[in-house]
């Protein structure tokens, strides 16, 4: 181990780290007052590089998923990552910052002996946060991690975005854990589909008929792709995109400068359209609305995010819907309810999911399928829920947010309340969505607003939204503003008037 100095405490801002090389290793400084702390550079989730982040409340937030970190120590304390930032030895001797460049060694968990089984069901972004922090805090008794997927717990958002435009092979999509991270405590692994959970039994039966009796169990199953009940669904050549083999089976049938044809122009739609147009593939969009996301995003943004789809080279077809897809031995055709007929060998539905929970027994389910939380995740005593199934209360009103991180944040909650804690949900929703080379960012969720402030212009670059109920910002998207979403993000955990939020913004 080598010591190095590598700043000077005058270079260092309370509120951004700056980036610095000790050895081979790149490390980011934190100042507190006189005291400074060095952390690994990049994030542990994708990558980004932490020095552009933002030191908001005690904590570093990511620039790009909004992962956030303590300051003092390093621990994760919102995903996307699952994992603490890897620390250094810091000191200041005179005003030069000194660092060891090898990383202090990590602080392992207490383990007590532990006669519990938890059981988590479903190895995506809620169940994989929901067992990181399990393992994280120590958990010693039986965990059982079922999943139907063979090789499970890896970043589903990367399908649509990298995958099937031909810039990830499916088999290098990102881990969301670290083998390091699956080897602690007593984890089983159990590839299979559930076919009952009885709540007041609290036991498990898969399909196999193997059966688990627990003590605390966490539903993290998520959606089941939509497949509308339209004449021809079932024909070979239609896929739906919800996982590793979704992706690599459609990526097998399309060919570029081949037709394809996407129903649906929600975030995955589209978000399909900008990739399979980047692999090649001639792009057609049925949509049912003249405006792709306006009720999520309104009408300005939506039509820029259109036309640059239409830069690009996809066409939109609506609105309207799809009456019937033609095909003897595989899809031929698409007819839609305007009359068009639109050739194409391949058909990608997004058309939304269903939550999976059709195998719960002893609980209630809502319409739509889902089951209803408290704010700790709790759906019966010993059962907890989140993700894409879960309606939680935001705000006082019952809401069900398929977002990816959400699902994260539920999970987190969820595994700490199994231990005992009483933790609620009183967190930020995030996501972010990549087309034709353009992230955009939401925070918050707005069910209603009366008006929608711009600084920016979406239509020419970079820009902020500020989604507003009277005076009361209630959600925010954006392109770029990166400090001042990062900021946003702890700041809107609270009321924030458009006043408050456009000073932060600057």
Same mark, same amino acid.
């Given at each position: 181990?080598?010591?190095?100095?590598?700043?000077?405490?005058?270079?260092?801002?309370?509120?951004?780290?700056?980036?610095?090389?000790?050895?081979?290793?790149?490390? !980011?400084?934190?100042? #507190?007052?006189?005291?400074?702390?060095?952390?690994?550079?990049?994030?542990?989730?994708?990558?980004?590089?932490?020095?552009?982040?933002?030191?908001?409340?005690?904590?570093?937030?990511?620039?790009?998923?909004? =992962?956030?970190?303590?300051?003092?120590?390093? =621990?994760?304390?919102?995903?996307?990552?699952?994992?603490?930032?890897?620390?250094?030895?810091?000191?200041?001797?005179?005003?030069?910052?000194?660092?060891? +460049?090898?990383?202090?060694?990590?602080?392992?968990?207490?383990?007590?002996? +532990?006669?519990?089984?938890?059981?988590?069901?479903?190895?995506?972004?809620?169940?994989?946060?929901?067992?990181?922090?399990?393992?994280?805090?120590?958990?010693?008794?039986?965990?059982?991690?079922?999943?139907?997927?063979?090789?499970?717990?890896?970043?589903?958002?990367?399908?649509?975005?990298?995958?099937?435009?031909?810039?990830?092979?499916? +088999?290098?999509?990102?881990?969301?854990?670290?083998?390091?991270?699956?080897?602690?405590?007593?984890?089983?692994?159990?590839?299979?589909?559930?076919?009952?959970?009885?709540?007041?039994?609290?036991?498990?039966?898969?399909?196999?008929?193997?059966?688990?009796?627990?003590?605390?169990?966490?539903?993290?199953?998520?959606?089941?792709?939509?497949?509308?009940?339209?004449?021809?669904?079932?024909?070979?050549?239609?896929?739906?995109?919800?996982?590793? *083999?979704?992706?690599?089976?459609?990526?097998?049938?399309?060919?570029?400068?081949?037709?394809?044809?996407?129903?649906?122009?929600?975030?995955?739609?589209?978000? =399909? @359209?900008?990739?399979?147009?980047?692999?090649?593939?001639?792009?057609?969009?049925?949509?049912?609305?003249?405006?792709?996301?306006?009720?999520?995003?309104?009408?300005?943004?939506?039509?820029? !995010?259109? *036309?640059?789809?239409?830069?690009?080279?996809?066409?939109?077809?609506?609105?309207?819907?799809?009456?019937?897809? /033609?095909?003897?031995?595989?899809?031929?055709?698409?007819?839609?309810?305007?009359? *068009?007929?639109?050739?194409?060998?391949?058909?990608?539905?997004?058309?939304?999911?269903?939550?999976?929970?059709?195998?719960?027994?002893?609980?209630?389910?809502?319409?739509?399928?889902?089951?209803?939380?408290?704010?700790?995740?709790?759906?019966?005593?010993?059962?907890?829920?989140?993700?894409?199934?879960?309606?939680?209360?935001?705000?006082?009103?019952?809401?069900?947010?398929?977002?990816?991180?959400?699902? #994260?944040?539920?999970?987190?909650?969820?595994?700490?309340?199994?231990?005992?804690?009483?933790?609620?949900?009183?967190?930020?929703?995030?996501?972010?969505?990549? #087309?034709?080379?353009?992230?955009?960012?939401?925070?918050?969720?707005?069910?209603?607003? +009366?008006? !929608? /402030?711009?600084?920016?212009?979406? *239509?020419?670059?970079?820009?902020?939204?500020?989604?507003?109920?009277?005076?009361?910002?209630?959600?925010? !998207?954006?392109?770029?503003?990166?400090?001042?979403?990062?900021?946003?993000? #702890?700041?809107?955990?609270?009321?924030?008037?458009?006043?408050?939020?456009? @000073?932060?913004?600057?």
């Amino acid at each position: 181990m080598t010591q190095h100095a590598v700043a000077r405490l005058a270079q260092l801002d309370d509120h951004r780290p700056l980036r610095v090389q000790a050895g081979s290793e790149e490390l !980011i400084l934190i100042r #507190q007052g006189d005291q400074v702390h060095a952390y690994q550079g990049n994030c542990p989730h994708a990558g980004a590089p932490l020095d552009e982040g933002v030191v908001c409340g005690g904590l570093l937030v990511c620039p790009w998923h909004k =992962a956030a970190f303590a300051v003092d120590e390093g =621990a994760v304390c919102e995903p996307p990552a699952l994992a603490d930032l890897r620390r250094y030895r810091a000191w200041v001797k005179g005003d030069e910052v000194w660092v060891d +460049d090898q990383p202090l060694p990590a602080t392992e968990p207490p383990r007590h002996s +532990d006669a519990r089984c938890f059981v988590v069901v479903g190895a995506g972004a809620a169940g994989s946060a929901a067992v990181a922090t399990l393992l994280a805090h120590g958990f010693a008794g039986r965990l059982v991690w079922v999943d139907q997927e063979r090789h499970p717990a890896y970043d589903r958002t990367a399908l649509s975005k990298f995958v099937i435009a031909g810039q990830m092979p499916p +088999d290098q999509v990102p881990a969301l854990l670290e083998a390091d991270a699956l080897r602690q405590g007593q984890l089983e692994r159990k590839y299979g589909k559930v076919r009952t959970l009885n709540s007041h039994k609290r036991q498990l039966t898969l399909a196999d008929g193997q059966q688990f009796d627990y003590d605390a169990c966490l539903l993290a199953t998520g959606g089941k792709a939509l497949r509308p009940d339209i004449p021809g669904v079932d024909l070979p050549g239609v896929f739906t995109l919800r996982s590793r *083999e979704d992706a690599a089976q459609l990526l097998d049938a399309a060919e570029p400068g081949q037709p394809l044809v996407i129903v649906g122009d929600g975030f995955i739609g589209l978000e =399909a @359209a900008s990739a399979l147009r980047k692999y090649g593939a001639q792009v057609q969009v049925v949509t049912r609305h003249e405006v792709p996301l306006a009720r999520q995003l309104g009408e300005r943004i939506g039509r820029s !995010i259109r *036309e640059l789809h239409e830069r690009k080279g996809v066409t939109f077809h609506g609105p309207t819907e799809v009456e019937r897809i /033609e095909g003897q031995d595989r899809v031929e055709a698409v007819l839609l309810a305007n009359g *068009e007929r639109l050739q194409t060998p391949l058909v990608l539905l997004g058309t939304g999911v269903k939550p999976a929970t059709a195998f719960v027994q002893g609980v209630p389910l809502g319409e739509d399928h889902s089951l209803r939380v408290d704010a700790e995740m709790r759906a019966a005593d010993g059962l907890w829920a989140a993700g894409d199934i879960a309606t939680f209360p935001l705000s006082g009103q019952p809401v069900r947010i398929e977002h990816w991180r959400l699902a #994260q944040q539920h999970g987190v909650i969820a595994a700490a309340n199994m231990l005992g804690e009483q933790r609620r949900y009183a967190d930020v929703p995030f996501f972010w969505t990549y #087309q034709h080379g353009r992230t955009y960012e939401v925070l918050g969720h707005a069910r209603d607003w +009366d008006r !929608i /402030e711009f600084v920016g212009e979406p *239509e020419k670059g970079d820009f902020i939204a500020l989604q507003c109920m009277d005076e009361r910002v209630e959600a925010v !998207i954006a392109k770029g503003y990166s400090d001042a979403m990062a900021t946003l993000s #702890q700041c809107m955990k609270r009321p924030l008037s458009l006043e408050e939020a456009l @000073a932060l913004i600057g």
